[in-house]
């Protein structure tokens, strides 16, 4: 999710037009130097997405800017909590996602957060899987927020030619995946853009629908080709993840699946192995929306579905701005703690209602660790994290892992066969 204004975004159908409006502002075998699992020790099937097949995850992205700051983080009852990382672990976390930008600005006041160069991403990675996670990395190949409002290709990669943008993208991915290693780390799943419901690295691989949107797709896959074959041949176990957002805007999950997957061209075809969705109320997606597109792309693919990106505030806005009304009606529970509780456990029902019981695989909650914090800039002031403006944690994390309604989840132990 990116901080920024919110932006219709249209894209084109054959016989219609998909209206986006999106927030513009995630036992294994041998595998290379480092490779370890949770707490560097070998990952069993059970521990995989944890012990129902489940994805309990949360990004903490931010998490070291806010430390720095003096963010305070409380339990329920009011005590410090000395390790932010380590308190979800202990309540059933398995996954953290972890953004990466190419050459961020270490300003964070400036980029609203966006400061998460590759050191920072490995000492996050580190202290994941010292508390007993697993790493979801989310490569933005840019170096700000990659979004459906902008996709800007890295600065250092500008100039490039499609042949040789193409090659940045498997030697940036490779280079990334081998630093990682050496530290001990292997990303669970690795993210190949950010949502890129409108392409990535404009204008190379933007889709803008239209009469050629076939060849904007087209264009699209051979981006993510060499960015997916840098991660299957760096460790052939990771699971890869295509990621948009709009999980809950009318048709768009389908569309945007079933022409990348599905639109008859010659072109090589995308192998991955997750579809990764973004789901925000507040930004108009609608829950009826989600669970008729969840069953529709369960009809296009048996590639499991987690929701990579989900959010919702446990406090109202201390103002309102002129369009608030236009993504009023998907906010049909409360905006309190108990409302934000409430939104999680109805979101897991209708995962596993709408797919089948091998499909839904999990979620992460983005921004989780967001306070109030003095001299940063915080989106809509933490309230749509897991703790409270006094720091304390909320109802909701506990939902977060929630077993108790869970039921036939597959672990995911590896790639699917194919």
């Not at 991660?231 to 048709?251: E, F, P, S, W, Y």
């Not at 990348?260 to 108009?284: H, K, M, R």
Request: hydrophobic share 40%; with cysteine.
């Amino acid at each position: 999710m990116a901080i920024s204004n919110l932006l219709a975004l249209k894209i084109g159908r054959a016989l219609a037009c998909v209206l986006l409006w999106v927030a513009g502002t995630s036992c294994r075998s041998e595998g290379p130097v480092g490779s370890v699992g949770s707490g560097g020790k070998t990952m069993n099937a059970e521990s995989e997405a944890g012990a129902n097949g489940w994805f309990v995850g949360v990004d903490l992205s931010m998490l070291e800017e806010l430390e720095r700051a003096g963010a305070g983080h409380f339990d329920a009852s009011g005590t410090p909590i000395p390790d932010v990382m380590r308190y979800f672990s202990e309540r059933g976390v398995n996954l953290v996602r972890l953004r990466l930008f190419v050459d961020p600005n270490p300003d964070f006041q400036s980029t609203h957060g966006a400061t998460q160069d590759l050191e920072m991403v490995i000492r996050l990675a580190e202290r994941t899987r010292d508390a007993g996670a697993e790493v979801m990395l989310a490569l933005h190949y840019s170096d700000t927020w990659a979004d459906p409002k902008q996709q800007h290709k890295p600065s250092a990669w500008r100039d490039l030619d499609a042949e040789a943008l193409s090659q940045r993208l498997y030697d940036y991915t490779r280079d990334v995946l081998r630093r990682l290693g050496e530290r001990g780390i292997r990303p669970r799943v690795v993210q190949v853009g950010n949502e890129i419901t409108g392409g990535m690295l404009w204008p190379d691989a933007q889709i803008t629908g239209g009469p050629d949107e076939g060849q904007q797709f087209a264009r699209l896959r051979r981006m993510l080709l060499p960015a997916i074959r840098a991660v299957r041949d760096h460790d052939k176990d990771a699971q890869v993840a295509i990621h948009i957002h709009g999980g809950g805007h009318d048709g768009l999950v389908p569309w945007f699946f079933g022409r990348l997957l599905n639109d008859g061209s010659t072109d090589e075809q995308v192998d991955f192995d997750l579809i990764a969705l973004s789901f925000y109320p507040t930004w108009g997606d609608d829950i009826d929306h989600l669970r008729d597109n969840l069953k529709a792309v369960a009809k296009l693919t048996d590639k499991p579905v987690v929701i990579a990106e989900i959010g919702y505030p446990h406090a109202e806005p201390t103002t309102r701005g002129p369009d608030a009304r236009k993504v009023r009606s998907p906010m049909r529970w409360p905006e309190s703690p108990i409302g934000q509780a409430a939104f999680l456990r109805d979101v897991r029902s209708v995962l596993t209602e709408a797919l089948p019981s091998d499909r839904a695989v999990g979620w992460v909650w983005w921004y989780p660790e967001a306070v109030p914090t003095p001299a940063l800039f915080i989106y809509e002031n933490g309230r749509q994290g897991l703790f409270g403006v006094d720091g304390r944690a909320l109802p909701a994390i506990d939902v977060l892992s929630e077993r108790s309604t869970i039921a036939g989840q597959a672990t995911i132990t590896g790639r699917a066969e194919r």
